[in-house]
T-cell receptor, first 114, second 113 residues
């Protein structure tokens, strides 16, 4: 398996533009997480899905952020409109729900909003 | 509120030396605790997992300990190598929230010649 695949790896956009980040989880994993990482705050959970259903979106900073998981193999995180303070590395991770599960992370998308 | 705190925030050591990283958590009910290593520009990768009944676990030069009574964990690195330079993140999973993970902010380790 290729692991968790995120795209794009880097995104530079102007303030006010819409940004869409994409994630393909590991096949068979039915939990998917979106995290944001900054130097100041470390890794912050934005939202996570179990079986394509959003379970906890309390970490989504505001209405400008939205996430979808239309099927078990794909998820998107959208920011509209983007702001400079959204600049961060966004990670997607997946895992199975039972036991001593390990979250497997993608390589991340480095977002810069100018 | 579930929290995970790590110390020190950053650490610089000479190659070949040992070091110990600390993690305190308030996550309840506790399921397990993992130490992740995150190299620059990459996603975190699990080093070791500790469950309630496990006190010590080794993975090569990495040894993790867990004291479930005091809710503390440590990661000890022996004979450090330049490739150990990375961020080490303590992550705790709780039983009550499905798969919810609480992350520490990490310890940035730099190993120098």
């Amino acid at each position: 398996d290729a692991g968790v695949i995120q795209s794009p790896r880097h995104e530079v956009t102007e303030m006010g533009q819409e940004v869409t980040l994409r994630c393909k989880p590991i096949s068979g994993h039915n939990s998917l997480f979106w995290y944001r990482q900054t130097m100041m705050r470390g890794l912050e959970l934005l939202i996570y899905f179990n079986n394509n259903v959003p379970i906890d979106d309390s970490g989504m900073p505001e209405d400008r952020f939205s996430a979808k998981m239309p099927n078990a193999s794909f998820s998107t995180l959208k920011i509209q409109p983007s702001e400079p303070r959204d600049s961060a590395v966004y990670f997607c991770a997946s895992m199975t729900p039972q036991g001593r599960t390990e979250a497997f992370f993608g390589q991340g998308t480095r977002l810069t909003v100018v | 509120k579930n929290q995970v705190e790590q110390s020190p925030q950053s650490l610089i050591i000479l190659e070949g030396k040992n070091c110990t990283l600390q993690c305190n958590y308030t996550v309840s009910p506790f399921s397990n605790l993992r130490w992740y290593k995150q190299d620059t520009g990459r996603g975190p990768v699990s080093l070791t997992i500790m469950t309630f009944s496990e006190n010590t676990k080794s993975n090569g030069r990495y040894t993790a300990t867990l004291d479930a009574d005091t809710k503390q964990s440590s990661l000890h690195i022996t004979a450090s190598q330049l490739s150990d330079s990375a961020s080490y993140i303590c992550v705790v999973r709780d039983e009550g929230g499905g798969n919810k993970l609480t992350f520490g902010t990490g310890t940035q380790l730099k190993v120098e010649l």
